[in-house]
C-alpha cells in the first residue's frame, strides 16, 4: 500500500507562498487521486509490493499498454509530489551544507547558478510537468525537466531525484494565475535544503 507522505507543516504554514486553498486541493485531491490510482494500478499489475522506484524504474515489464500509462502517470504523480510536499518547509535550511553543497559548487559552479538552471528549466517546461534535481550514483547532479508525471527514475535515467518543482497549473494557479516565473521562484524559495542534503546522502548510499 503506497501512502502519501504526511505533511510536517500545517495547510496554512506556507502562506502567503503557497496558499491554504491550493494546498488543500494540491495534497488533499490531486496527490491522493495519484495515490489511489497508483494502489488500483499497481494491485492490478501485480506489482503491489515492489517499492516505488522499483514500479517507475521497471515499466516496460508491464506487459498490459492500459496498466503501464497508469502505473507510470500516477506512480509518478505519487513519487513525484511526496518529494516536492517533503522538501520546502516554513522555516527550513535555506542553503546547502556540507557534502550537498559541494556537490552543486562542483557540478554548477554556485548554489545561485543550481537556483537558476532549475527555475529556468521548470519555467520554459512547456505544458505540465516537472523540473528535477537528481543525482547518480557515483554523486553528480543533474538539472533535467521532464513532462507530465514522468521524471528520472521512469525515463530510465538510473538517477534519483532529490529535489523538484511541479509546474502544473494546479500548483500555482489559484494564487499566481499565469505568472509562473513568479511561483517558481518563491516555491524554491521555501525549499529546505537539509532535507535535500539528506536525499543526496540516501541516493548515493
Ligand atoms: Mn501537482
Redesign the pocket.
Known amino acids: 500500500m503506497y501512502e502519501q507522505i504526511q505533511l510536517h507543516y500545517s495547510m496554512d504554514a506556507l502562506e502567503p507562498v503557497i496558499d491554504t486553498l491550493t494546498m488543500e486541493t494540491?495534497y488533499g485531491k490531486?496527490h491522493a487521486t495519484y495515490t489511489k490510482n497508483l494502489n488500483d494500478a499497481a494491485e492490478k499489475a501485480g506489482v503491489a509490493d515492489k517499492t516505488i522506484e522499483e514500479v517507475l524504474a521497471n515499466l516496460d515489464g508491464i506487459p498490459d499498454e492500459a496498466l503501464r500509462k497508469a502505473l507510470r502517470n500516477n506512480g509518478g504523480g505519487f513519487y513525484n509530489?511526496n518529494l516536492y510536499f517533503q522538501i520546502i518547509s516554513p522555516d527550513g535550511d535555506r542553503a546547502p551544507e556540507g557534502a550537498l553543497a559541494d556537490a552543486i559548487n562542483r557540478d554548477f559552479g554556485s548554489f545561485d547558478a543550481l537556483k537558476e538552471k532549475l527555475a529556468s528549466l521548470a519555467v520554459g517546461q512547456f505544458g505540465s510537468g516537472w523540473s528535477f534535481l537528481s543525482v547518480d550514483k557515483e554523486g553528480k547532479l543533474y538539472v533535467s525537466a521532464s513532462p507530465n508525471q514522468d521524471n528520472p527514475i521512469s525515463e530510465g535515467t538510473g538517477r534519483i531525484p532529490i529535489a523538484c518543482v511541479?509546474v502544473?497549473e494546479?500548483?500555482y494557479y489559484l494564487k499566481y494565475k499565469n505568472l509562473r516565473p513568479d511561483y517558481v521562484k518563491a516555491y524554491i524559495g521555501l525549499i529546505d535544503w537539509k532535507t535535500v542534503g539528506e536525499n543526496y546522502a540516501k541516493g548515493i548510499a
Open positions: 494540491h490531486h509530489h511541479d502544473w494546479h500548483a
